[in-house]
């Protein structure tokens, strides 16, 4: 069964930077990272295939890589130039549904980690 644990969230000041990561208990070719702020739907902001990022949402391009270690399964988010309005609840996916080609979708996932708060301050 593909369990998801996400790690490496906490408070920084805007400029900063953050490293977030994502234990899986199954190797898989297809993840992505999502965001939630309260009260607000879950967005889809980077993607990857193997080892190969395919896709970045336009507000975190430049700024944010997605990168996948297959040895660890272990997924990755390295955050950079961090802006306040980055502020949200971060989320590990995987597990794609019937032929989605939408892999920043939110219905395109089947299982999701229980999430890392990220906090930007300044």
């Known amino acids: 069964q593909l369990q998801l644990a996400e790690s490496g969230g906490g408070s920084v000041q805007a400029g900063g930077s953050l490293r977030l990561s994502c234990q899986t208990s199954i190797n898989t070719a297809r993840m992505a990272w999502f965001r939630q702020v309260p009260g607000k739907g879950r967005e889809g902001i980077a993607t990857?295939?193997?080892?190969?990022?395919?896709e970045y949402a336009d507000d975190v391009k430049g700024r944010f890589a997605i990168s996948k270690d297959s040895a660890k399964n272990t997924l990755y988010l390295q955050m950079n130039s961090l802006k306040p309005e980055d502020t949200a609840m971060y989320y590990c996916v995987a597990g794609v549904v019937g032929r989605s080609y939408l892999f920043l979708a939110e219905n395109t996932y089947n299982t999701w980690g229980q999430g890392t708060q990220v906090t930007v301050s300044g």
């Open positions: 990857i295939l193997g080892d190969v990022p395919t």
